[in-house]
Structures are given as C-alpha cells and as structure tokens.
C-alpha cells in the first residue's frame, strides 16, 4: 500500500488543513516511509503461543498514600476566590459569553 499526491490532498481538504505545493513530496514520502515500516513489521513472525491476554503489566501499587499538604493556603495562588474556586479573567476571544450569568451571580452574592 502507498499514499498518493492525491489521497494527501484529499485527507487534508478533509481536516480543512492546508498544504504548500513544496511540502506535498516529502509528506508523502514520509508517509509512504511510515507505511513501508509497517508493512516490515507485519512480516516479522511470533511464536504461536504468543497471545495479547499473556503479557503481565506493571504490577500497581495500591493508591493508600496520604494526600500531600500544600506548603500555603490554595488562596495564596490566585488573587481572588469564590467559594473555595479560583476567579480568573475571562478570555478576550470569548466575548460576552456568559456575562449574563456573571451579572447574575453578582446581584445574588449582594
């Protein structure tokens, strides 16, 4: 199996990512690279008794640690809190999203 010119453009169009003319013969070669690997790895031959369920993982530890205790309070990181929740400043690129609910919840704290 090989990659094409084409079948690049194509899954690009898809992603809607766009690809300089330049780039289009070294990402296919990469991937042509990528597939020759594989397809080598495919021909690699297991023992028949190899099986997924028979490999053991990294035997875990039990989760019995004691929480670790901040050297200063959580407020000390933030300039200012709420009800135990750190307040931040909203994102310029969200607009006025939400500015109804802050509003909202303003007028209930008074």
């Known amino acids: 199996m090989s990659v094409t010119n084409e079948d690049v453009l194509h899954v690009a169009q898809l992603a809607r990512l766009a690809i300089h003319e330049a780039r289009l013969p070294v990402i296919v070669s990469e991937l042509n690279g990528i597939l020759r690997h594989i397809d080598a790895l495919q021909q690699v031959a297991l023992p028949d008794d190899h099986a997924a369920h028979d490999v053991e ?19 000390a990181f933030a300039p200012a809190t709420r009800d135990g929740f750190f307040l931040v400043p909203r994102l310029a690129t969200h607009g006025d999203a939400g500015a109804s609910a802050t509003a909202a919840g303003e007028e209930g704290d008074a």
Request: hydrophobic residues 40%.
């Open 57 to 75: 993982g990294m035997p875990l530890r039990a989760d019995d640690a004691p929480p670790v205790l901040l050297q200063r309070a959580r407020e």
